[in-house]
């Protein structure tokens, strides 16, 4: 089944820098890659996804990146702001009949003032 | 719309209880899920639904049965906690099976002592 790796767990970035969080799966056949923000005490929220038949797509300051061949696709927040301090989770969607989305464990993201 | 809404949103439950985590989305969605988050470990599958009727184990299915007989509604049974189960549990829907986003729901704290 898929198996879905992020990395780093935690990052700390100076306020308008930019942050990069990265994950990799293990299915090939995956063709559905969100990315949810989760603040302090809420649900997670979809923030931006990508298709396999997509290398790249932007949404104002965040943007994802997808690599098929090497089975890993990168979020990038650049001009960080306070408010984008949150855990940020990749996934990616099960290619069997259940459809089912696989998450990353996570990444806490620290923007300082 | 309400969207996905979950009720309790906290309970502490002695070990051997048992209870039901409600689940409802007024979408006319197919497909709902129940996640649980633990620190570290992201968003892991426990159930899932394709429609009214019809459900499957996703990752982490011990200990706790579902049932689908409305569109509307998924709850979630623990039938004997144990304190391995205190967790926060989100529940998901999405369109159907094969479509994109998936909306989460405000999440049930969940405390076994």
């Known amino acids: 089944g898929e198996n879905v790796e992020q990395h780093p767990s935690t990052l700390s970035v100076q306020e308008g820098d930019s942050a990069v969080i990265k994950c990799t799966y293990s299915?090939?056949?995956?063709?559905?890659f969100p990315w949810y923000k989760q603040e302090l005490g809420k649900r997670p929220q979809l923030i931006i996804d990508?298709?396999?038949?997509?290398g790249e797509k932007k949404d104002q300051r965040i943007a994802v990146t997808l690599n098929k061949t090497a089975k890993h696709f990168s979020l990038h927040i650049t001009e960080t702001q306070p408010e984008d301090s949150a855990v940020y989770f990749c996934?990616?969607?099960?290619?069997?009949?259940?459809?089912?989305?696989?998450f990353g464990s996570g990444t806490r993201l620290l923007v300082r003032p | 719309n309400a969207g996905v809404t979950q009720t309790p949103k906290f309970q502490v439950l002695k070990t051997g209880q048992s209870m039901t985590l409600q689940c409802a989305q007024d979408?006319?969605?197919?497909?709902m899920s129940w996640y649980r988050q633990d620190p570290g470990m992201g968003l892991r599958l426990i159930h899932y639904?394709?429609?009214?009727?019809?459900?499957d184990q996703g990752e982490v299915p011990n200990g706790y049965n579902v049932s689908r007989s409305t569109t509307e509604d998924f709850p979630l049974r623990l039938l004997s906690a144990a304190p391995s189960q205190t967790s926060v549990y989100f529940c998901?829907?999405?369109?159907?099976?094969?479509?994109?986003?998936?909306?989460f729901g405000p999440g049930t704290r969940l405390t076994v002592l």
């Open positions: 990508i298709r396999s038949n997509v």
């Open positions: 998901a829907s999405k369109r159907q099976a094969g479509t994109d986003t998936q909306y």
């Open positions: 996934a990616a969607r099960a290619m069997d009949s259940s459809y089912k989305l696989i």
């Open positions: 299915d090939s056949a995956s063709n559905y």
């Open positions: 979408m006319n969605h197919e497909y």
């Open positions: 639904s394709v429609g009214a009727g019809i459900t």
